[in-house]
């Protein structure tokens, strides 16, 4: 198969989202993310990631998010991982009254990384997620437990086409991440599906160990007897040490 059309695979399958795009509210949001990566010895190494989320039109700081792991490589393109996430949420309500709840989790995932062509990077993740998620500021008994499965799948296409390891200089990146409610999926969204969400970045690699991009990601979240489509800026920062 030619590189163009495997370019086209590609993109086609990264930006498969639920054919139901009749949302019932759109959302206009901004984010900013730093996730990073280190290895400290053959095997083993730990990553982190910390983000912050706006609520619509960039009212309010909505979400931190903060997910440390512990990693272990099996091989170069092949890891497993180990992790906690810390999930604040605030909130506002029709009153104007604000509102709180925290998530814990633990999950556990395993990255699998290949080249498509020459330069094209690919990378395939699986993660299983445990969540707690606690009382609200206005209610006391609406605690609960639930597990989700999350699949992503993310391709980093240099401008510049002319080595086999990409070391700098300016990137396309396309990646897609759906979200499905594998136990008690009542107590979340009463459906299986959760959400999708679909991003494009135009992004610059600084060195081997630095990445900065920025890019639209559309958020296609399933509500109980709704839909949410949030349309969000992002800028992230992605370090490899």
């Known amino acids: 198969?030619?590189?163009?059309?495997?370019?086209?695979?590609?993109?086609?399958?990264?930006?498969?989202?639920?054919?139901?795009?009749?949302?019932?509210?759109?959302?206009?949001?901004?984010?900013?993310?730093?996730?990073?990566?280190?290895?400290?010895?053959?095997?083993?190494?730990?990553?982190?990631?910390?983000?912050?989320?706006?609520?619509?039109?960039?009212?309010?700081?909505?979400?931190?998010?903060?997910?440390p792991s512990a990693n272990y490589y099996f091989a170069k393109n092949k890891v497993t991982a180990l992790g906690y996430a810390y999930i604040a949420t605030n909130g506002r309500t029709a009153s104007g009254d604000k509102t709180f709840r925290p998530e814990h989790r633990?999950?556990?995932?395993?990255?699998?990384?290949?080249?498509?062509?020459k330069s094209i990077a690919v990378s395939h993740r699986f993660r299983l997620e445990q969540r707690f998620l606690g009382n609200t500021a206005?209610?006391?008994?609406?605690?609960?437990?639930?597990?989700?499965?999350?699949?992503?799948?993310?391709?980093?296409?240099p401008f510049k086409n002319d080595s086999a390891v990409f070391s700098k200089g300016p990137f396309l990146a396309l990646q897609n991440e759906v979200f499905v409610n594998v136990q008690h999926k009542n107590k979340v969204n009463k459906h299986f599906f959760d959400q999708n969400r679909a991003y494009v970045a135009?992004?610059?690699?600084?060195?081997?160990?630095?990445?900065?991009?920025?890019?639209?990601?559309?958020?296609?979240?399933?509500?109980?007897?709704?839909?949410?489509?949030?349309?969000?800026?992002?800028?992230?920062f992605y370090t490899r040490f």
């Open 138 to 157: 206005a209610n006391k008994n609406d605690n609960y437990f639930a597990q989700r499965f999350r699949y992503f799948a993310r391709g980093v296409i």
């Open 202 to 236: 135009v992004g610059y690699r600084i060195s081997k160990m630095i990445d900065v991009e920025t890019g639209y990601l559309n958020q296609y979240i399933k509500q109980a007897e709704s839909y949410t489509l949030n349309h969000v800026a992002q800028l992230a």
């Open 1 to 67: 198969m030619q590189l163009k059309q495997k370019l086209s695979v590609l993109i086609v399958l990264l930006f498969i989202v639920p054919a139901k795009l009749f949302a019932q509210d759109n959302q206009f949001s901004g984010w900013a993310a730093l996730f990073h990566s280190q290895k400290l010895s053959e095997h083993w190494g730990y990553s982190f990631d910390g983000q912050f989320r706006s609520h619509d039109q960039i009212s309010y700081l909505k979400n931190v998010l903060l997910r």
């Open 106 to 117: 633990i999950w556990q995932q395993y990255t699998y990384s290949h080249k498509m062509g």
